[in-house]
């Protein structure tokens, strides 16, 4: 796997509520562990390029780690608050939560996101 400086968020960047979170991110990420990337962007397609099987479909967030581990939904959303100055990383302690019923929700967001 891929080493980096920083994790990777892509994001729909034609959405208004996820340039929004991405907005979120920016305010609360000082020390640049996160590199935020739109899915629609050249940068962000080249990218998307390389998706998993299994995540393929998805309409989502994604998170791919420093080591190039990609994560989606609500996976992603608690692990990037892990990143974020206090008080954002007590928030991922909902990846307790399992995950159908964490993405249950995450789905019935994103149903309303657009």
């Not at 208004?16 to 979170?21: D, E, F, G, S």
């Not at 907005?23 to 998307?48: A, V």
């Amino acid at each position: 796997m891929t080493s980096r400086k920083s994790d990777i968020v892509l994001f729909d960047d034609q959405c208004k509520k996820c340039n929004r979170w991405a907005d979120f991110i920016r305010r609360r990420n000082k020390e640049s562990r996160i590199t935020l990337i739109g899915q629609n962007s050249p940068e962000g397609e080249e990218i998307m390029k390389a998706i998993p099987r299994r995540l393929i479909g998805h309409d989502s967030v994604f998170l791919i780690s420093r080591r190039g581990e990609w994560y989606s939904k609500s996976a992603a959303i608690w692990r990037v608050c892990g990143k974020l100055r206090f008080p954002w990383p007590l928030a991922s302690s909902m990846a307790l939560v399992p995950s159908p019923i964490r993405d249950y929700f995450y789905d019935v967001y994103a149903r309303m996101r657009k």
